[in-house]
């Protein structure tokens, strides 16, 4: 899942991001409002996740949502507030948000409860050609020519057989997925797959993508990754 995480420079907001990064998820980072509206306009994102921790910000938010939701062409909103009142939450989904969480919050059901919104929205995946990415998230991302990708396990399944992969494989084969059988530039895997990171050696891609050729050709060769010169790869199933 692609997700545009909003928060300020605070313990809570690094252990939520770190969280989601680990859960697989390709993070871009807003340290405020104003920022976060300007890059959901820059690309599409399955999920914004807007994290307010001090109560005199939340009516600011609430004015913000609006922007969100125009901005992120169809991505779900999360609201995550600090201590809030039923009042206070009751505000922010009527502002427009998909969900809204407090502290204390369960990770697992804000995780839940993302993909649950991504299911009711259809699960939409790129079948064709095309630039940008869509949406697509739950435990199972939709199959795509007989491939998906079960989060829970991170693993690709086809026909019944599954590859485990490790966490930079999943986030460039979810990249390749998204636009199955048409070329993705190298520059978008890179932004997909390490969102964390300023610089990337290019080296670093076609390593990731030989590492993953092995796996699929062991297990799943229906699935193959093709160079596609001077330009990037594309995943054909």
């Keep these: 899942m692609r997700i545009l995480f909003v928060g300020p420079s605070h313990p809570e907001a690094a252990w939520l991001f770190k969280a989601l990064q680990e859960s697989a998820h390709s993070l871009q980072r807003a340290d405020d409002l104003r920022d976060g509206v300007f890059l959901a306009s820059q690309e599409p994102y399955d999920a914004v996740v807007l994290m307010v921790l001090e109560v005199g910000f939340y009516s600011s938010l609430q004015g913000f949502i609006g922007k969100f939701a125009a901005a992120g062409n169809g991505a779900a909103i999360v609201a995550v507030l600090g201590v809030a009142t039923a009042q206070d939450r009751t505000r922010v989904l009527r502002a427009g948000a998909d969900a809204c969480f407090c502290q204390p919050y369960s990770f697992i059901?804000?995780?839940?409860?993302?993909?649950?919104?991504?299911?009711?929205?259809?699960g939409r995946v790129a079948v064709g050609g095309g630039s940008g990415f869509v949406s697509a998230a739950a435990s199972v991302l939709p199959a795509v020519g007989g491939a998906c990708l079960d989060t829970a396990t991170r693993e690709l399944v086809f026909d019944g057989r599954r590859v485990a992969v490790t966490r930079r494989?999943?986030?460039?084969?979810?990249?390749?997925?998204?636009?199955?059988?048409?070329?993705?530039?190298?520059?978008?895997?890179?932004?997909?797959?390490?969102?964390?990171?300023?610089?990337?050696?290019?080296?670093?891609?076609?390593?990731?993508?030989?590492?993953?050729?092995?796996?699929?050709?062991?297990?799943?060769?229906?699935?193959?990754?093709?160079?596609?010169?001077?330009?990037?790869?594309?995943?054909?199933?």
């Design 109 to 122: 059901e804000m995780h839940e409860r993302m993909a649950a919104l991504q299911r009711v929205a259809g």
């Design 169 to 237: 494989e999943f986030l460039l084969l979810e990249c390749l997925l998204r636009q199955v059988n048409a070329p993705v530039a190298r520059d978008q895997l890179i932004r997909y797959a390490w969102p964390e990171k300023e610089d990337v050696d290019p080296s670093s891609v076609n390593l990731v993508v030989s590492r993953l050729r092995r796996k699929l050709l062991g297990d799943v060769p229906e699935v193959r990754i093709e160079t596609v010169s001077r330009f990037g790869y594309q995943v054909c199933v």
